[in-house]
C-alpha cells in the first residue's frame, strides 16, 4: 500500500504540472523524469508484491532511490535555498494552488517516502558496490538530453535551459561541465553512501511481514 501511495502522489504531482504547463516542457526537467521513475517502479512494485510475485532488479529500484534523493537534496540545498549562487526561491514562493501541491509532492513527498520505504519496508544488502557507478547512467542522459535540448532551442526560449547550472548562455560549457562533474560526484557519492547504509542497517519488522524483498534482488 505505501508504494503504491507514493506512486499516486508522483502520478498526481506529474499530472498538475502537465495540466497547468507544456508537457514537452514539464518533461524537459530532471524532477519529472525522476518522479516519472517513481511512478513505474513503485507502482510496478506494489502490484508485484500484491500478487507475490518476485520483485524488480535491484539496478532499477535503488537507481530509482538515487534520483529522487538527489531532486529532494538539490530542490531544497540548492534552488530553493536563498545562501545559493543557483537560488530560485523567489520563484517558488509565488506559487500557489495546484503548483503548490505539485511542487511539494514531487520536491519533498516522494523523496522523503522512497527513503522511509526504501529503509523500513526493504530487506538490507542488496546493494552492490558496482550500482553506485551504474547508477550514474541516468543522470549521465539527463545531463547529454539538456545539452542538446538547449543547443537546438532559440536563445530566446524561456525554458532553454532547464537548470541553472546547466545554462551554457550564462556558464559557457566549460562552466557547465564543471558543474556537471561536480554533480557527477555528489551523484557518484551518495550512491557509494546509500550501499553502505544498505550494508549495515539492521532489518526492521518481522520477515514476513515485509512487502518485498532488496536482498532477492529487488525492492518495490
Given at each position: 500500500m505505501v508504494r503504491g501511495l507514493l506512486a499516486l502522489a508522483a502520478v498526481v504531482g506529474l499530472v498538475i504540472e502537465c495540466v497547468e504547463g507544456n508537457p514537452l516542457v514539464v518533461f524537459s526537467f530532471f524532477t519529472i523524469?525522476?518522479?516519472?521513475?517513481?511512478?513505474?517502479?513503485?507502482?510496478?512494485?506494489?502490484?508485484?508484491?500484491?500478487?507475490?510475485?518476485?520483485?524488480?532488479?535491484v539496478l532499477w529500484t535503488g537507481g530509482?532511490?538515487?534520483?529522487?534523493s538527489v531532486v529532494g537534496l538539490v530542490f531544497h540545498f540548492v534552488l530553493d535555498n536563498p545562501s545559493s549562487p543557483f537560488n530560485q526561491a523567489d520563484h517558488f514562493a509565488t506559487l500557489s494552488g495546484a503548483k503548490a501541491?505539485?511542487?511539494?509532492?514531487?520536491?519533498?513527498?516522494?523523496?522523503?517516502?522512497?527513503?522511509?520505504?526504501?529503509?523500513?519496508?526493504?530487506?538490507?544488502?542488496?546493494?552492490?558496490?558496482?550500482?553506485?557507478?551504474?547508477?550514474?547512467?541516468?543522470?549521465?542522459?539527463?545531463?547529454?538530453?539538456?545539452?542538446?535540448?538547449?543547443?537546438?532551442?532559440?536563445?530566446?526560449?524561456?525554458?532553454?535551459?532547464?537548470?541553472?547550472?546547466?545554462?551554457?548562455?550564462?556558464?559557457?560549457?566549460g562552466g557547465v561541465l564543471v558543474n556537471a562533474v561536480v554533480l557527477g560526484v555528489a551523484f557518484y557519492v551518495l550512491g557509494l553512501l546509500l550501499v553502505t547504509v544498505d550494508r549495515f542497517r539492521p532489518a526492521v519488522g518481522p520477515r514476513e511481514n515485509r512487502i518485498s524483498s532488496l536482498g532477492a534482488g529487488g525492492l518495490k
Open positions: 523524469w525522476s518522479n516519472a521513475a517513481v511512478a513505474v517502479v513503485l507502482g510496478l512494485g506494489a502490484v508485484r508484491a500484491w500478487r507475490r510475485q518476485p520483485p524488480l532488479p530509482v532511490v538515487l534520483c529522487i501541491v505539485s511542487n511539494q509532492l514531487l520536491h519533498t513527498v516522494t523523496p522523503i517516502g522512497v527513503v522511509l520505504d526504501w529503509l523500513l519496508l526493504t530487506r538490507p544488502a542488496a546493494f552492490h558496490w558496482r550500482h553506485a557507478a551504474q547508477w550514474l547512467a541516468a543522470p549521465g542522459a539527463y545531463l547529454a538530453f539538456a545539452l542538446i535540448r538547449g543547443a537546438l532551442l532559440p536563445a530566446t526560449s524561456p525554458t532553454r535551459y532547464t537548470y541553472p547550472f546547466l545554462d551554457v548562455a550564462d556558464h559557457g560549457y
